[in-house]
């Protein structure tokens, strides 16, 4: 059973920095993407961040220039470097993985998620 579990969530202040990380866990062939998303209280989920098995990122607009994604192949782990935080960041991040399991097909998998809350 693949299970993701986030971590590095708090409270920072503006302008601060944190740096999540999340790793897949279980019977894991392959990993296609892996990427971060954000949701805060009455708003849609959205993608933060998403970074393929080549190394190719993308960035909402919002976080260009201030996050930093990567991944570790080796640990089946993703990270997000969050720098020059602003309160607009608060949400709980979810980390979330497509990828190949014992299925032996493509499909979606998401962590639990962590809060980060950025105050002003």
């Known amino acids: 059973q693949v299970q993701l579990v986030e971590s590095g969530g708090g409270l920072v202040q503006a302008g601060g920095s944190l740096r999540l990380s999340c790793a897949a866990s279980?019977?894991?062939?392959?990993?296609?993407?892996m990427g971060w998303y954000r949701q805060a209280p009455g708003k849609q989920r959205e993608l933060v961040a998403v970074?393929?098995?080549?190394?190719?990122?993308n960035y909402a607009d919002s976080v260009k220039g201030r996050f930093t994604i990567a991944r570790d192949n080796a640990k089946n782990a993703v990270y997000l470097q969050m720098n020059s935080l602003k309160p607009e960041d608060t949400a709980v991040y979810y980390c979330?993985?497509?990828?190949?399991?014992?299925?032996?097909?493509?499909?979606?998998?998401w962590g639990q998620g962590t809060q980060v809350t950025v105050s002003s």
């Open positions: 970074i393929t098995s080549g190394g190719s990122t």
């Open positions: 279980g019977s894991i062939l392959s990993i296609n993407t």
């Open positions: 979330n993985a497509n990828l190949i399991g014992s299925s032996l097909r493509l499909r979606d998998y």
